[in-house]
């Protein structure tokens, strides 16, 4: 195990309906770096994944959302999936945990419609972002620079495109987190 991110804590933030690779792989390779990667949902007990075209896990909650606090964690996880970002981004609670990592400085990774959430968080204006391409136009009228690229790192903020972006999405989050 590498100890890259010893001492770590990383929220992975998810409503019922993320893809599930989406949350499975970048939570293995954070723990894998040694990183406590914990799940914060809005869901009680547990919340279930998505797996392309049917549900999936379900995977137990760690920090329930009303008690997380951006404070608690050195960096934030945004999987996406259709159903998640969209139950997030109109729960008020989740849109305060995302923006707060920003106000701290603090890490944020978003794949897929993960970015659905960082708009409602008005946190994008001016940033260089990437995401599943239905999506861009909803990003643009953000204030993003959107890019067709397979991650962006735009000053402690990763984004990619899709599930095949994973293995550059999950070195470019180690890495950012690592240099803090």
């Known amino acids: 195990m590498s100890e890259q991110l010893n001492g770590k804590r990383v ?6 309906g993320f893809e599930q690779v989406e949350l499975a792989e970048p939570k293995r390779a954070l723990e894998g770096a040694g990183a406590i ?3 914060v949902s809005p869901a009680d007990g547990q919340v279930k994944g998505w797996q392309h075209t049917d549900w999936g896990d379900a995977f137990d909650v760690d920090v329930p959302l009303d008690e997380a606090s951006g404070a608690d964690f050195d960096a934030l996880v945004l999987p996406g999936g259709v159903m998640n970002p969209d139950a997030l981004r109109q729960n008020e609670t989740a849109v305060a945990f995302v923006r707060s990592f920003f106000d ?3 890490p944020v990774a978003a794949i897929c419609h993960g970015g659905w959430t960082l708009a409602e968080a008005d946190v994008l204006q001016g940033r260089r972002v990437t995401s ?3 999506i861009q136009t ?3 009228n953000a204030g993003a620079v959107w890019v067709d690229e397979e991650v962006v790192v735009d000053n402690g903020l990763i ?4 599930p095949h ?3 550059a999405f999950n070195a ?3 890495e950012t987190i690592a240099a803090g």
């Open 11 to 16: 929220a992975l933030l998810v409503a019922d």
């Open 165 to 167: 972006d994973l293995p």
């Open 132 to 134: 599943y391409p239905s």
């Open 138 to 140: 909803d990003l643009k």
């Open 37 to 39: 990667a914990q799940i």
């Open 172 to 174: 470019k989050l180690i």
């Open 104 to 106: 701290q400085h603090k």
């Open 159 to 162: 984004t990619s495109r899709n």
